[in-house]
C-alpha cells in the first residue's frame, strides 16, 4: 500500500461545476500537509495548506481529519485554468515529504 | 511566497557527458533540499535528500556516485549527473524547505530539463 494514496482520476468536469478530490496517507505521526498543483511539464506549485480547522481561499477548500488519516480538496465553480495535475504532500517529522501520485482535473468549456 | 531558482532550466548533453544542475533559495535559508526525478506521465520520485554541511541521503535505488550532491551552503545545492546517457533524460526539480514560516512548506525550482543524445 503507497504510503499516500489519492483518487486516480482523471477527472473531467463542466466549467462552474463542484469538484473533489481525495488523498489518504498510512503515516500516523505525519506532521503538515498540503496541497499542490502541477501543470503540465512544470514545477509544483503551492496551493494551499491543510490544517485539522479547515481552510478556505477563494473557490478552494482544504479539510484535514486526523483520525481517518484523510485529506480533502473541493474546488467551486471550476475554472478552465483549473485544469491540472493535484498533489497531496505530507510532511513527516523526519523531515521527508511524501507525494500522492496525483489526480488529474480538466475543466470543459 | 518564498522563491527558489534553478540553473539551467534545459540542458541537452552528449551520452558520457556529466551535467550540473544549480538551486538556490532566493529569499530564504534552506538546511535542507530536496532533488525530485519525473519521468513524462509519472509522479515525482524523490532521488536525495540534500543537507547542508552534511552528505545527502540518497533514496533506495538512486546511486550516489552518479548524482553528486553538494549543499555548500544554506541557500545553495548542487546535482550532478556524471557520465549521463539517455535513460537519465528526465526534468529534475528541486524544492527547498522553510522551515521559517508557520508551516513546514517546501517551495520547489522551475525544474531543469535533461536530454542526453
Known amino acids: 500500500r503507497k504510503e499516500v494514496e489519492q483518487d486516480p482520476g482523471p477527472f473531467n468536469v463542466p466549467e462552474g461545476a463542484t469538484v473533489a478530490f481525495n488523498c489518504t496517507y498510512s503515516?500516523?505521526?505525519?506532521?503538515?500537509f498540503f496541497w499542490y498543483r502541477q501543470d503540465c511539464r512544470k514545477e509544483p506549485k503551492l496551493l494551499m495548506s491543510v490544517y485539522s480547522s479547515g481552510n478556505e481561499d477563494g473557490r478552494f477548500t482544504a479539510q484535514l481529519n486526523r483520525a481517518s488519516q484523510y485529506i480533502s480538496l473541493l474546488i467551486r465553480d471550476s475554472k478552465l485554468s483549473d485544469s491540472a495535475t493535484y498533489l497531496c504532500?505530507?510532511?513527516?517529522?523526519?523531515?521527508?515529504?511524501?507525494f500522492g501520485d496525483g489526480t488529474t482535473l480538466t475543466v470543459k468549456p | 511566497g518564498a522563491v527558489v531558482s534553478q540553473h539551467p532550466s534545459r540542458v541537452i548533453c552528449k551520452s558520457g557527458t556529466s551535467v550540473k544542475i544549480e538551486c538556490r533559495s532566493l529569499d530564504f535559508q534552506a538546511t535542507t533540499m530536496f532533488w525530485y526525478r519525473q519521468f513524462p506521465k509519472q509522479s515525482l520520485m524523490l532521488m536525495a535528500t540534500?543537507?547542508?554541511?552534511?552528505?545527502?541521503?540518497?533514496e533506495q535505488g538512486v546511486e550516489k556516485d552518479k548524482f553528486l550532491i553538494n549543499h555548500a551552503s544554506l541557500t545553495l545545492s548542487t546535482l550532478t549527473v556524471t557520465s549521463a546517457h539517455p535513460e537519465d533524460s528526465s526534468f529534475y526539480i528541486c524544492?527547498?524547505?522553510?522551515?521559517?514560516?508557520?508551516?513546514?512548506?517546501?517551495?520547489f525550482g522551475p525544474g531543469t530539463r535533461l536530454t542526453v543524445l
Open positions: 540534500s543537507n547542508e554541511g552534511s552528505k545527502a541521503t540518497y
Open positions: 524544492s527547498a524547505r522553510d522551515r521559517g514560516g508557520i508551516t513546514d512548506t517546501q517551495y
Open positions: 504532500v505530507v510532511n513527516h517529522n523526519a523531515g521527508k515529504s511524501t
Open positions: 503515516n500516523s505521526a505525519s506532521q503538515s
